[in-house]
């Protein structure tokens, strides 16, 4: 890896936003015992889980709103195993399907749409976080204060961070926030660069890690063959951004989309011709709303016809503004800004030309007419979502560098590596957009693509840098470009970011530094609370040998996919598992494979 030094009402977050506005207008305290730069659902777990072991945290939040992504416009949830779903992850989207159990009723429409909590309205998954949040005393949440990502702005004592220095953007006052710990939960990696973290932000080719599709890629969408001007060789771009929209075609809630300033008619004037001709870089697979707003935003339904709509990955023209961000990540705010504003323009210029462009054929014209944005989402923006969809950043230097073979099954049939340090399972295609823009007889976009993976285990060491000893960094993790491209799903944020708060937490407890936290206490400390350390389809969460499954599995003890939880249990079994928990003696043999790993589990108290 090449890296570079350098109670509220249903959608009503009102009254939860007004307890942290008043949070926020108070004087800077002297210290806290645990600093998080960045107001993502990463950093908020991470509150959360060093709150409820004691911890005074606190919480800085750049924007007038905290919740990121899933507060703006992630809505549709990015997970492939819906079983994975552990910790405070778990606990978001079990509460997101009881709002709307509890305001729509069971049966309704709502909760059937809302598919088990996994698919919510932008104002709801703020609610749910803001109450998650709320429920925490220890946490203090400070809005408007931004973290510029300078050496100046960081104090560092014997490897040691000690405090932050943020401006509150309302005065303008410059606030140094003093801790014993720190937590670098923003999308771009900001405070570990300021710290002094080693990063990289180069797309590695296939000579770095063999991994493959690295590198410069093209391949048509859904078609596995290779294509044309592949050459794997790596390069310094980024992925790019763009919003999730939360756009409706419900007359009552519907804002029309108006032709934004600086309108550019000639940057979406091949999409015409690419409509009349049906030309698209893929397979066409039946998306909803083909014939009209589909063919530029990826559209997934969300409860009361809403929608989170994402880039269309069978368009050489969308929402994904390719190129243009690669500053992004190093850039300072101004910059970030100015581009913010350039995004959104450019995509609602998109929309409009779509909807009224007389070279547009009059089918899709009309049926993309029928969609503008949610009147009820996001009213102090405009109905537009307030925070771009940063999808890559800054990726620290760690202690483990989760490349795409950690993902990928180590011989046919067989699971990923497992690693003895996991800190959570996940799951998700290696997923990349575009780093380039349309290029002439390609078959589509350079970088935009998605390789399958299996149920995967995350090794504590990707939130650990190397060399600040009280840091963590649960969002801009110790990844390649494709490792990152499975990791950085907000389900599996959410969940590092609880471990990265929990670790904490033990690392202040024990006088140690990030990296020599006691893996089996963090795993413990996990698992009881409902962590998912690593994947046994036959194997339910709340089965009662689950808690030793989880911590005996992540040692090697059960290699195999299938746990066997009720077989009869061998000695052999008994004793290699009990080497594994570091028992000082075997437990019995007698029983099934679930009763020894209940015993197991017992005896590690």
């Known amino acids: 890896m090449k890296s570079h030094v350098c109670s509220l009402r249903p959608r009503d977050t009102a009254g939860a936003r007004r307890m942290i506005g008043a949070m926020s207008t108070a004087p800077a305290p002297s210290s806290h015992d645990l600093v998080i730069v960045g107001g993502t659902p990463g950093g908020i777990c991470a509150a959360i889980a060093a709150a409820r072991q004691g911890l005074s945290v606190l919480l800085l939040e750049r924007t007038t709103h905290v919740g990121g992504l899933p507060a703006n416009g992630l809505g549709a949830t990015d997970i492939a195993t819906r079983a994975l779903s552990g910790g405070l992850f778990r606990t978001f989207v079990e509460r997101v399907k009881a709002h709307y159990v509890a305001t729509y009723g069971a049966d309704s429409e709502q909760v059937r749409v809302c598919s088990d909590g996994y698919h919510f309205e932008p104002s709801i998954g703020e609610k749910v976080l803001l109450g998650m949040l709320a429920e925490q005393p220890r946490i203090e949440v400070r809005l408007r204060r931004q973290f510029d990502a300078l050496a100046a702005n960081v104090e560092r004592v014997d490897g040691r961070l000690s405090a932050v220095r943020v401006t509150d953007l309302a005065t303008g006052r410059i606030e140094?926030?003093?801790?014993?710990?720190?937590?670098?939960?923003?999308y771009e990696g900001d405070l570990a660069h300021a710290a002094g973290v080693p990063w990289a932000t180069r797309r590695e080719g296939t000579a770095d890690y063999h991994e493959p599709r690295a590198g410069r890629f093209y391949q048509a969408w859904g078609d596995p063959a290779i294509g044309d001007g592949s050459t794997g060789v790596g390069d310094d771009t980024i992925q790019a951004y763009n919003y999730r929209l939360c756009?409706?075609?419900?007359?009552?809630?519907?804002?029309?989309?108006?032709?934004?300033?600086?309108?550019?008619?000639?940057?979406?004037?091949?999409?015409?011709?690419?409509?009349?001709?049906?030309?698209?870089?893929?397979?066409?697979?039946?998306?909803?709303?083909?014939?009209?707003?589909?063919?530029?935003?990826?559209?997934?339904?969300?409860?009361?016809?809403?929608?989170?709509?994402?880039?269309?990955?069978?368009?050489?023209?969308?929402?994904?503004?390719?190129?243009?961000?690669?500053?992004?990540?190093?850039?300072?705010?101004?910059?970030?800004?100015?581009?913010?504003?350039?995004?959104?323009?450019?995509?609602?210029?998109?929309?409009?030309?779509?909807?009224?462009?007389?070279?547009?054929?009059?089918?899709?014209?009309?049926?993309?007419?029928?969609?503008?944005?949610?009147?009820?989402?996001?009213?102090?923006?405009?109905?537009?979502?307030?925070?771009?969809?940063?999808?890559?950043?800054?990726?620290?230097?760690?202690?483990?560098?989760?490349?795409?073979?950690?993902?990928?099954?180590?011989?046919?049939?067989?699971?990923?590596?497992?690693?003895?340090?996991?800190?959570?399972?996940?799951?998700?295609?290696?997923?990349?957009?575009?780093?380039?823009?349309?290029?002439?007889?390609?078959?589509?976009?350079?970088?935009?693509?998605?390789?399958?993976?299996?149920?995967?285990?995350?090794?504590?060491?990707?939130?650990?840098?190397?060399?600040?000893?009280?840091?963590?960094?649960?969002?801009?993790?110790?990844?390649?470009?494709?490792?990152?491209?499975?990791?950085?799903?907000?389900?599996?944020?959410?969940?590092?970011?609880?471990?990265?708060?929990?670790?904490?937490?033990?690392?202040?407890?024990?006088?140690?530094?990030?990296?020599?936290?006691?893996?089996?206490?963090?795993?413990?400390?996990?698992?009881?609370?409902?962590?998912?350390?690593?994947?046994?389809?036959?194997?339910?969460?709340?089965?009662?040998?689950?808690?030793?499954?989880?911590?005996?599995?992540?040692?090697?003890?059960?290699?195999?996919?299938?746990a066997r939880l009720e077989d009869a249990a061998t000695a052999e079994d008994a004793a290699r598992w009990s080497v594994l928990a570091g028992l000082a003696r075997p437990v019995d043999a007698g029983g099934t494979r679930s009763q020894v790993l209940q015993r197991i589990w017992a005896a590690l108290g």
């Open 247 to 562: 756009i409706t075609s419900d007359p009552a809630n519907r804002v029309e989309i108006r032709k934004p300033e600086g309108y550019d008619r000639a940057e979406y004037a091949s999409l015409a011709e690419d409509l009349r001709l049906d030309r698209k870089p893929g397979l066409h697979r039946g998306e909803a709303e083909w014939d009209g707003i589909g063919r530029i935003t990826n559209i997934v339904w969300l409860p009361n016809g809403k929608t989170d709509a994402n880039n269309q990955h069978l368009a050489f023209i969308s929402t994904d503004l390719p190129e243009e961000n690669w500053p992004w990540p190093t850039a300072d705010w101004a910059w970030r800004d100015r581009f913010a504003s350039r995004l959104r323009n450019y995509i609602l210029g998109l929309f409009w030309f779509m909807q009224n462009d007389p070279e547009v054929p009059e089918s899709f014209r009309r049926n993309a007419a029928r969609f503008g944005l949610a009147r009820d989402e996001y009213a102090d923006n405009g109905h537009f979502p307030r925070q771009v969809y940063v999808r890559e950043g800054r990726r620290i230097l760690g202690e483990h560098c989760f490349i795409a073979q950690d993902a990928l099954p180590t011989a046919p049939g067989a699971r990923p590596p497992i690693h003895p340090t996991a800190i959570t399972a996940s799951h998700y295609a290696i997923d990349s957009h575009a780093v380039h823009k349309r290029e002439a007889g390609r078959a589509h976009l350079d970088g935009f693509l998605s390789l399958g993976t299996k149920p995967y285990t995350v090794p504590y060491g990707v939130i650990v840098p190397r060399t600040v000893d009280n840091l963590w960094a649960p969002v801009p993790v110790s990844a390649s470009h494709l490792g990152f491209g499975t990791l950085r799903m907000e389900p599996c944020w959410m969940v590092l970011g609880e471990a990265a708060g929990a670790a904490a937490a033990l690392a202040l407890r024990f006088g140690v530094a990030a990296r020599t936290v006691p893996i089996e206490r963090l795993q413990r400390e996990l698992i009881a609370h409902r962590a998912v350390l690593i994947h046994y389809p036959d194997a339910d969460r709340d089965h009662p040998a689950f808690p030793g499954l989880q911590f005996i599995g992540v040692r090697g003890g059960i290699p195999a996919w299938e």
């Open 176 to 186: 140094t926030c003093a801790g014993r710990a720190f937590v670098d939960a923003t």
